[in-house]
């Protein structure tokens, strides 16, 4: 049985988590629409991801004879500044998940809730390479400057190749 506290976080969690993926995809579809298709494709492919954290936390919580409550969406923003703002704003947003999966561990361990605190440790170690994959493009962009945006765009998706194989 979870503890209420417990309940709650990791429903106030998946809003986060659908929020991230509606963020991504509004974010692709920008990226797409200015001819950008390899930065959409990362795009998408991160909405997805985060729509199957998303549904990480909603089984658990129902396995775990808690009720997952599915939220109402606010609306992600719909432009961007340029695409070096775009991954700015991805990296904040990552920094601002793991702060909050970071609160999710702490009321845990207040709660004496040890198996939700094991089970959150995937989200914990998922959330170092998140952040570490969005500092590995903001790089690539610095290095490449404004005037290389073809070239990234076109190497964007075969990073993420880099990371999935170094990773496994
Ligand atoms: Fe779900 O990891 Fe990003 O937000």
């Given at each position: 049985m979870l503890p209420k506290k417990v309940e709650k976080i990791l429903n106030e969690q998946i809003q986060k988590e659908d929020y991230s993926s509606q963020l991504y995809l509004a974010m692709a579809s920008w990226a797409e629409n200015r001819g950008m298709g390899g930065v959409a494709e990362w795009l998408y492919a991160q909405s997805e991801e985060e729509r199957e954290h998303m549904l990480k936390l909603v089984r658990f919580i129902n396995e775990r004879d808690g009720v997952a409550v599915i939220p109402a969406m606010d609306k992600p923003p719909t432009?961007?500044?340029?695409i070096r703002a775009l991954f700015d704003k991805v990296l904040e947003h990552e920094q601002y998940i793991s702060a909050s999966i970071h609160d999710i561990v702490t009321v845990c361990m207040e709660e004496r809730d040890f198996a939700t605190q094991n089970w959150i440790q995937w989200f914990v170690n998922e959330q170092i390479e998140e952040e570490s994959s969005v500092r590995v493009i903001i790089d690539k962009l610095k290095l490449l400057g404004d005037k290389n945006i073809y070239m990234f765009d076109r190497d964007i998706m075969s990073m993420r190749g880099e990371e999935k194989e170094s990773e496994a």
């Amino acid at each position: 049985m979870l503890p209420k506290k417990v309940e709650k976080i990791l429903n106030e969690q998946i809003q986060k988590e659908d929020y991230s993926s509606q963020l991504y995809l509004a974010m692709a579809s920008w990226a797409e629409n200015r001819g950008m298709g390899g930065v959409a494709e990362w795009l998408y492919a991160q909405s997805e991801e985060e729509r199957e954290h998303m549904l990480k936390l909603v089984r658990f919580i129902n396995e775990r004879d808690g009720v997952a409550v599915i939220p109402a969406m606010d609306k992600p923003p719909t432009d961007f500044e340029n695409i070096r703002a775009l991954f700015d704003k991805v990296l904040e947003h990552e920094q601002y998940i793991s702060a909050s999966i970071h609160d999710i561990v702490t009321v845990c361990m207040e709660e004496r809730d040890f198996a939700t605190q094991n089970w959150i440790q995937w989200f914990v170690n998922e959330q170092i390479e998140e952040e570490s994959s969005v500092r590995v493009i903001i790089d690539k962009l610095k290095l490449l400057g404004d005037k290389n945006i073809y070239m990234f765009d076109r190497d964007i998706m075969s990073m993420r190749g880099e990371e999935k194989e170094s990773e496994a």
